[in-house]
């Protein structure tokens, strides 16, 4: 009788950690994918290779790609138990996607590597190696240092020397001791990313950045050089948004997380509405120069609907807001800039009247006017975090 539990008692199950070595699989490869359909398969088969003798499986995650990506890794999956497939659907982010196959991994480690055959899967089991020595947390595999690296697989000149200028920008700005931060692959304890989780950001490219970043000087950090190589097939998802996000990141950990790569779009699209607004005052002025109120209120107007747009388009892009809903989205976007003009005036003014310096009292009020329009459009229009 005494093996029965009383009700409210739990079994201490869970409380009891198996060890690495009798964990059911041992690594998680996680596999960020969109518009992968033709590398998937090519994939699973060279892990499968590399892999052989270990207990692995791999982690797709799909931003509900247009090219069928997760119907052809389920497919997969329906085949093999090894591979799973995480279809996300309204949500779009390579760091984004990465943390959430990481989350959803029981194994003790877990690596990061992309679908498109750039990375050298043939790295694998000494990465996983080096972690069950039990002497490291975080193993990254370079392009820039040691024998055999390379970055050759950079799309052109121009994304080379990008990467290196960040790269070098990254170590300085952020102390860091990794030659190549801005790599997408790498194998870790899957705790340190459960640790830190709500601290990560799921804007943007770089995650292993972000980790590192996070996670601090604690991190006991190896490298293996590995040669980047061309890809396969598909296009590179880089682009100038993704770039504007990397600043941001970086802005975001300097900051200790008050300035976050979101807010730094959102900024960059304010300015534009500033060069909006000063535009239209000078059309409406040249057509009647003797109304100044009226010029002022059309300008406003020009420049609340070009930042409605943009942010709709780049600031919220994952959670663009189309139809009636873009209608709305509107309206309430009028209103709480209205709302946070009058905040803007009123902080200015109070200022003015303390310290009469008006460069003060209006650089004040206009970044007043920025947060709370961003804090609240966050929120009730586009409703993210
Ligand atoms: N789920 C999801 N969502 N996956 C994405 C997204 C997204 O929004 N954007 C890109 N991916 C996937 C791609 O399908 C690919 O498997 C991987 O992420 C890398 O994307 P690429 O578009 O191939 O990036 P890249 O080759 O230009 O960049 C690589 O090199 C950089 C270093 O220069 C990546 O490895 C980066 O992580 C790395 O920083
Ligand atoms: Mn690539």
Request: a negative charge.
């Amino acid at each position: 009788m005494d093996s029965v539990l009383a009700v409210g008692e739990s079994a201490p199950l869970h409380s009891l950690k198996v060890p690495a070595s009798q964990a059911v699989v041992e690594l998680s490869i996680v596999v960020p994918t969109f518009c992968e359909a033709e590398n998937v398969a090519v994939l699973v088969e060279r892990v499968e290779d590399a892999l052989s003798g270990h207990r692995w499986e791999i982690i797709f995650v799909d931003d509900d790609s247009a090219d069928h990506t997760a119907e052809r890794a389920k497919t997969i999956a329906s085949q093999d138990q090894r591979v799973r497939c995480i279809r996300r659907v309204g949500r779009r982010g390579l760091a984004g996607a990465c943390i959430e196959g990481i989350l959803s991994s029981a194994a003790p480690f877990v690596a990061v590597m992309d679908a498109d055959l750039q990375h050298d899967e043939t790295l694998l089991p000494r990465m996983l190696e080096q972690l069950e020595s039990g002497e490291i947390d975080l193993v990254a595999a370079t392009r820039y240092a040691g024998e055999g690296a390379g970055a050759e697989g950079l799309a052109n000149a121009r994304r080379g020397q990008l990467s290196r200028i960040a790269n070098a920008s990254v170590q300085r700005l952020l102390s860091m001791h990794l030659t190549d931060p801005m790599s997408g692959f790498f194998m870790l304890r899957r705790e340190i990313v459960e640790a830190h989780a709500d601290d990560l950001c799921a804007d943007g490219f770089k995650i292993l950045l972000d980790i590192v970043a996070t996670a601090g000087s604690r991190l006991r950090i190896a490298e293996v050089p590995y040669r980047f190589r061309p890809r396969q097939a598909g296009e590179s998802k880089f682009d100038t948004r993704t770039a504007i996000e990397f600043a941001g990141l970086v802005l975001s950990k300097l900051s200790f997380g008050v300035v976050t790569p979101r807010f730094l779009v959102y900024a960059l699209v304010g300015t534009t509405g500033l060069g909006v607004h000063m535009l239209a005052l000078l059309g409406y002025l040249a057509f009647d120069g003797n109304h100044f109120a009226p010029a002022q209120l059309f300008a406003t107007g020009m420049a609340i609907t070009n930042n409605y747009v943009l942010n709709n388009l780049l600031t919220w892009r994952d959670r663009r807001l189309r139809g009636w809903q873009m209608v709305r989205g509107f309206a309430g976007f009028c209103l709480i800039s209205t709302a946070g003009a009058i905040a803007n005036i009123g902080v200015a003014e109070w200022l003015f009247a303390q310290e009469p310096k008006w460069w003060l009292a209006g650089f004040a009020g206009a970044v007043m006017g920025a947060v709370w329009n961003y804090s609240m459009s966050s929120r009730l229009v586009w409703q993210s975090r």
